[in-house]
């Protein structure tokens, strides 16, 4: 019989995790509630909450909304979204991660308390987190996605480097060491370690999970840049890694020779989707078609 394992360290993250509960929290009483953004990287888990009454709406929808309830989001948002809640009567249900909250406020007081800072943001171009860590700077704040995109920085000028909350550890250690040896006198370099550490730590867990097992899926969604990272950890040490976002995207062709099958996922994969993949997998193997 074919050895079928999930992941343990998969799954939501706490702030995820979170973000749900008080959505399903807020659904229970039955008045509507509007989440800005998807409330996670993961097309099913919306699916199941949009069933449950969860509407999301993007910042055109939310500017003209008035006297009604908004869900924010583990990604954080930016100052402009709580002033115009304010204008407009509008009751944020606040699902900030309070690692995401944190890293703001930090950024927030080196741009208000700095002359002249030039903050650096280690981070993906229009994520939803990085969009609301630029917004504590009014909008100066430059983002720089890896080492290619280090002639945005003026080597001439203090800086202060920070980092989004699931990028990888390796990539902002190669900015740092740049940074570290090319700014220039009297200009100052300082960092600050804002990787969240049940991201990054997942990686080597999931690297050493994948190399178990004779064939792995990887579940996550598709907008995932957490899970677009671990997955391509996992293909670096198993090659029979595959990326999948519903069960209908298996393939027995995937399972004929494998005896061992590892699932795993990102911090927005959901443990029930994980397991509708097992079963999946299960249902290939009955069939024979495994």
Request: aromatic letters at 6%; glycine letters at 6%; hydrophobic letters at 35%.
């Amino acid at each position: 019989m074919l050895n079928i394992e999930i992941d343990e360290g998969s799954g939501f993250c706490f702030g995820v995790t979170t973000a749900i509960r008080k959505a399903e929290e807020e659904l229970a009483s039955r008045e509507p509630l509007a989440c800005l953004g998807d409330i996670v990287h993961n097309g099913r888990e919306c699916d199941r909450l949009r069933e449950r009454g969860l509407k999301t709406i993007d910042h055109e929808t939310f500017r003209h909304l008035k006297n009604t309830r908004v869900l924010l989001r583990a990604h954080g948002e930016p100052p402009s979204t709580y002033a115009l809640a304010k204008r407009n009567n509008i009751t944020l249900i606040d699902a900030t991660c309070p690692v995401v909250l944190n890293l703001q406020r930090r950024i927030k007081k080196v741009y208000d308390e700095k002359e002249n800072p030039q903050i650096v943001i280690y981070g993906k171009h229009g994520h939803a987190e990085v969009l609301g860590l630029v917004g504590q700077t009014n909008g100066e704040a430059i983002v720089v996605s890896d080492i290619e995109e280090i002639d945005k920085i003026d080597l001439t000028r203090n800086t202060y480097l920070f980092s989004q909350t699931t990028k990888p550890l390796e990539g902002f250690q190669a900015l740092i060491d740049y940074l570290r040896t090319h700014i220039q006198p009297p200009a100052e370099f300082h960092y600050f370690d804002t990787i969240c550490r049940s991201v990054s730590n997942r990686l080597p867990g999931v690297q050493a999970f994948a190399r178990r097992h004779d064939v792995v899926l990887f579940v996550c969604g598709l907008k995932s840049s957490n899970g677009r990272v671990l997955f391509e950890a996992c293909q670096q040490v198993n090659p029979n890694t595959h990326l999948v976002d519903d069960p209908a995207m298996l393939r027995p062709e995937w399972f004929a020779t494998a005896e061992s099958v590892g699932i795993c996922g990102a911090t927005s994969t959901p443990k029930w989707l994980m397991e509708r993949c097992a079963e999946q997998v299960r249902a290939f193997e009955l069939s024979g078609k495994g």
